[in-house]
């Protein structure tokens, strides 16, 4: 099994690679792709060997085939990124890119016939209406990365029959419990520092807003094909069950793990096979208490504009999601306060008219760069 990594230097891409490392000689990597992490993509080139390596910019892309000589290709840009999706030789791509960045080369996997194994929550909230009957068209796979999505995705095997609901459980962030008021004045630093998951700066941020729950749902829908009406987010701060699905004859199945992505990787790439691993068990002598609550919709905001988004279809998500790319980026570099980021969401959301009729990869990425337009944060 060949596979290619789309972010192999984030936190996603270097779980992916510890999995890796942890299986047999069965699985290769053969493209790894950063942005401009050009020493540790070099570092990984080095212990992997694949054949191509990617980056975003030209200059670092000379720097890295400097360094790593003949070792492997390296190209650089949209192209390179679309050409690891898509080498003849490769049989899975892992994209943990982060942001609707991914998208075209989500595409150009897919329409090579690659399954995907999809972290990059962003693409599927933007495109799912296209890239899942894509998938079905391919006769390929997209396997959910993402725990909650692997979690439901685990409930799901072996029943006839669709769920009639599912949970997807949240952790409620660092500010869980908190009035808006009192998230006023947080800093960058209290906003990333996540209960129970270490995770990429984005995603950490889209966690103390409760955005990242409001694009699960949004990727939800469309993996699972539900109504927004079965999508339910249940508080449950232990992260101990991923998440669950409830069936017409009440039955619940619920997905419980260590809260470790290296589980929900392996999963999605060795899928349908359970293979060991070396990674931390459950102790239910420690994780003996867990606990449910109803999410908080009045003080995080984000969750019930994500709803909205969902329920206006078309390409409202991409506004939704392209709009939180920029805010997020700029409560990162410290321009706006924690809660400017669902203001600059909501006033999107209110200025954007869809006269398009249908959804294409060209209208999604025009949508979304008139959300980044309309937000640009200076
Ligand atoms: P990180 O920020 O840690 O990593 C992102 C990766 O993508 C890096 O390799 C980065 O390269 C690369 N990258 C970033 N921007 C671009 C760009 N514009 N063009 C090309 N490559 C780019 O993110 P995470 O690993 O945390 O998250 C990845 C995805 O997985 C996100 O969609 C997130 O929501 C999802 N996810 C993450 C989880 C987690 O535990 N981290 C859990 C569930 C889902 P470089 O290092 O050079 O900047
Ligand atoms: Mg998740």
Known sequence: MKISILGSTGSIGRQTLEVVENLTHDYQVEALTAHSNVDLLEAQVKKFQPSLAVLWGEADALELKRRVGSICEVAYGMEGLKQAASLPAVDL????????????????????????????????????????????????????????????????????????????????????????????????????????????????????????????????????????DQIHVLVHPQSIIHSMAEFEDGQIMAQLGAPDMRLAIQHAITHPNRLPNPFKRLDFSVHNNLTFAQPDFENFPCLALAYQALEAGGHYPTVLNAANEEAVAAFLAKKISFLDIPAIIDRALSAYTDESKGLTIDSILEADAWARAFTKIS
């Open 93 to 228: 791509v892992v994209n943990s890119v982060v942001g609707n960045v991914g998208l075209l080369p989500t595409m150009s996997a897919l329409e090579a016939g690659k399954p995907v194994a999809i972290a990059n929550k962003e693409v599927l909230v933007t495109a799912g209406e296209i890239i899942m009957p894509l998938a079905r068209a391919k006769g390929v796979h997209i396997l959910p990365v993402d725990s909650e999505h692997s979690a439901i995705f685990q409930c799901l095997a072996g029943s006839a029959q669709p769920p009639a609901k599912i949970y997807l459980t949240a952790s409620g962030g660092p500010f869980r419990g908190k009035t808006k008021a009192e998230m006023a004045g947080v800093t960058v630093e209290q906003a990333l520092a996540h209960p129970n998951w270490a995770m990429g700066q984005k995603i950490s941020i889209d966690s103390a807003t409760m955005m990242n729950k409001g694009l699960e749902v949004i990727e939800a829908k469309w993996l699972f094909d539900l109504r927004p």
